[in-house]
């Protein structure tokens, strides 16, 4: 089946430093991979959009400059937190979309949770 | 504004009973609608999801019904157990690639 890894489960920095996440598919291809952030009331803010071969779209408030994105293959995303502060705590997931898989279907993590000091 | 809106914020049920979820969305380009359930500490697991062409959708005790028209679907628990106590979150899409997430209705069955 679809597995989707995330690591590290939790982090936390000191404010004003930055720290990286990984997105692992395993046991498919992912032609994309959405980056969310779910905030302590629980609300998604969608962060950015990657596919492989294609440029990063990211949605308004979220910047390549703060949230820089690396997609290298069809199974592996990276994001990082660049001086990272309050606001930036939350539980970042990664939802990835299988290549030839069930259309549509977008596959989470168990999400990054990170903690600012 | 919430393109996506989910009720009731909470719900508690007794085991055996079915759970009603409801959920609206805005946006009239959306046509797919996947339903993820949520358990504390974890990653959103994907449930059931319909496409709007369909107006109802069956998986075992999940139902989605649709309605296209009014803008409006619902989750069914059937036969609810203790172990489905959890988050729900009904999204909404065009083409499954970014997804519109509603707030949430937090499930609680009582044994």
């Known amino acids: 089946g679809a597995l989707v890894y995330q690591y590290p489960r939790r982090t936390i920095c000191k404010s004003g430093t930055s720290m990286r996440m990984e997105c692992q598919a395993v046991g498919f291809q992912a032609t994309s991979v959405a980056w969310y952030r779910q905030s302590p009331q629980k609300t998604f803010e969608l962060i950015a959009l990657?596919?492989?071969?294609?440029?990063?779209?990211?949605e308004q408030n979220f910047t390549q400059e703060k949230f820089p994105i690396s997609h290298p293959n069809l199974s592996f995303s990276s994001m990082t937190v660049l001086n990272a502060y309050l606001e930036d705590r939350g539980l970042y997931l990664c939802g990835a979309r299988e290549l030839g898989g069930p259309q549509d279907t977008q596959y989470f993590g168990p999400g990054t949770r990170l903690l600012v000091l | 504004q919430q393109q996506v809106r989910q009720s009731p914020q909470s719900l508690t049920v007794w085991e055996g009973e079915t759970a009603i979820l409801n959920c609206s969305y805005e946006?009239?380009?959306?046509?797919?609608f996947p339903w993820y359930q949520q358990f504390p500490g974890e990653g959103p697991a994907l449930l059931i999801s319909?496409?709007?062409?369909?107006d109802k959708k069956e998986d075992g005790r999940f139902t989605i019904f649709f309605n296209k028209r009014e803008k409006k679907l619902s989750l069914h628990i059937t036969d609810s157990q203790p172990g489905d106590s959890a988050t729900y979150f009904c999204?909404?899409?065009?083409?499954?690639?970014?997804?519109?997430f509603g707030t949430g209705t937090s499930l609680l069955v009582d044994p």
């Open positions: 319909i496409r709007s062409v369909s």
């Open positions: 999204a909404a899409s065009v083409g499954g690639y970014k997804l519109t």
């Open positions: 990657s596919t492989v071969n294609s440029a990063i779209k990211y």
């Open positions: 946006d009239s380009t959306f046509n797919y």
